[in-house]
């Protein structure tokens, strides 16, 4: 959602999606346990939004007609690719005919099914599992809470699992684990599928939307980087829909890339850049697949020893605490913590905080004028741009002529209204963070110098 932000396409996500933050986890007929993703006060956005994919590509499709430097062409079809030292050379069908485009590089975000993946010749690999799921969205009026409901063993889908969750527009998305005999051509038929959600919901007063099977595959290619083509989304990696991992780490990709890609175009940094690329985002789609399996092999036991084994997770999880940290109802996605070349490690003394290679933590802040603001806004103020996220005065006046600021207390500086930034980040009078674009910690100083602050930013961009 923040990335959204600063791309100014995040007021109109969130006012059209279901907020939500509690989920709950169900054996049999009886509530196990419940979660609150986010605990605490004190964010813009909340944890979570259930959004349906096509608002959100209209949403984006939008706010690009209004860049005149994007061009989008629809009905139009990349069907060779030619690798040179210096470009992409693209065959591109349309209904008007073939034509080709030359490109100093080509983003590869064709899905799943990527031709360009195999215009190169790259592999595929992972794990497809046998258990089938069906998916379908129902319309409905319903009183149920604006929650994630999530079912072993439910008395109305004995032996398997189910989950409920609302869409807008008084859509419900439902899962429903079929295994691994299903046939797909029947148990996609709305005739068949009726009776299983009417047993779920305890009546039949609903429309169908969209009705699918699926089985979970967990894949990824070797490289995301292949010369001057460059994979992200579901071309690069793919992992079950469960705790939102698919959408939210092709969003993550996008981040990621853009600020390098237009450093290595002004020439402000070299080609090498990318290979970062690779390394954060690949190492990123190795936790979501790891993940991912781990959910799928507690959701859909293969085995006779993993079935006994759930069994007895679940059975402690009705007392005990640890119990509870075991069941695996589909992790939710969280942004990763890079273990990074671009990051500089720290030197000082730190007792919490953001580490770099993690995401900048928010808070609520107000200015000088009293008007509230939260840190992510005053750090998107500063465009796509590295910013040193100061507290207090001490820190690098001549810093503003290399990189964006943020100051936090001090002279001029944003109010910490709760306290919340100086705790979530550590921080006390003189400290600072080096921010990248995407939003990442590149560096951060307990005694901010010239010297320090040249360093961590040449190997952040790639000089170093």
């Not at 485009?101 to 794990?127: H, K, P, T, W």
């Not at 500063?382 to 690098?396: C, D, I, S, V, Y």
Request: one cysteine or more; a neutral charge; proline letters at 5%.
């Amino acid at each position: 959602l923040e990335f959204w932000d600063r791309l100014g396409v995040g007021d109109r996500m969130v006012d059209k999606g279901v907020v939500w933050s509690v989920g709950k986890i169900f054996h049999g007929a009886s509530q196990l346990y419940q979660f609150d993703l986010l605990p605490e006060p004190g964010h813009k956005r909340p944890a979570f939004i259930n959004l349906q994919q096509f608002h959100a590509e209209a949403y984006l499709v939008d706010r690009v007609r209004e860049l005149p430097a994007i061009d989008l062409r629809w009905r139009n079809k990349a069907t060779a690719l030619e690798l040179r030292n210096d470009m992409v050379a693209l065959t591109v069908t349309t209904p008007d005919g073939p034509y080709r485009i030359n490109a100093a590089y080509v983003i590869a975000c064709d899905g799943a099914r990527s031709s360009l993946r195999r215009m190169v010749g790259a592999e595929f690999s992972g794990q497809v599992f046998e258990d089938q799921f069906l998916i379908a969205d129902v319309r409905m009026t319903a009183a149920f809470p604006t929650e994630r409901w999530f079912w072993f063993d439910p008395p109305f889908h004995a032996g398997r699992s189910a989950l409920l969750h609302r869409q807008p527009d008084d859509i419900w998305r439902i899962d429903l684990q079929l295994g691994r005999e299903a046939d797909p051509a029947l148990e996609k038929q709305p005739q068949n599928v009726r009776p299983r959600i009417a047993r779920m919901l305890g009546h039949d007063k609903f429309d169908f939307e969209w009705i699918s099977l699926y089985k979970f595959q967990c894949r990824r290619m070797d490289s995301f980087v292949h010369g001057r083509v460059i994979f992200a989304g579901d071309a690069a990696h793919q992992v079950s829909p469960f705790g939102a991992r698919g959408a939210n780490s092709g969003l993550e990709d996008a981040e990621n890339l853009s600020w390098k890609l237009d450093r290595v175009l002004r020439g402000t940094s070299p080609a090498s850049l990318l290979d970062s690329y690779h390394i954060e985002r690949s190492a990123a789609a190795d936790e979501n697949i790891r993940e991912s399996t781990r959910s799928t092999d507690f959701m859909a036991p293969s085995s006779r020893q993993e079935e006994r084994l759930r069994q007895a997770v679940l059975s402690l999880a009705k007392e005990t605490e640890f119990g509870k940290r075991m069941v695996n109802g589909g992790r939710l996605s969280v942004p990763s913590v890079y273990e990074s070349p671009l990051s500089t490690a720290d030197r000082d003394a730190w007792r919490a905080g953001a580490r770099p290679g993690a995401s900048m933590p928010d808070a609520p802040m107000a200015d000088r004028s009293g008007r509230a603001k939260f840190l992510t806004e005053a750090f998107a103020e500063q465009g796509a741009r590295f910013t040193l996220l100061e507290f207090g005065n001490g820190a690098l006046a001549e810093a503003r002529e290399l990189v964006g600021a943020v100051r936090v207390g001090g002279d001029g500086g944003l109010v910490d209204v709760e306290g919340l930034a100086a705790s979530r980040y550590d921080a006390e009078p003189g400290n600072a963070y080096l921010l990248r674009p995407d939003g990442y910690v590149a560096a951060r100083f307990r005694h901010p110098t010239r010297v320090a602050l040249d360093a961590a930013l040449a190997r952040a961009t790639g000089l170093n």
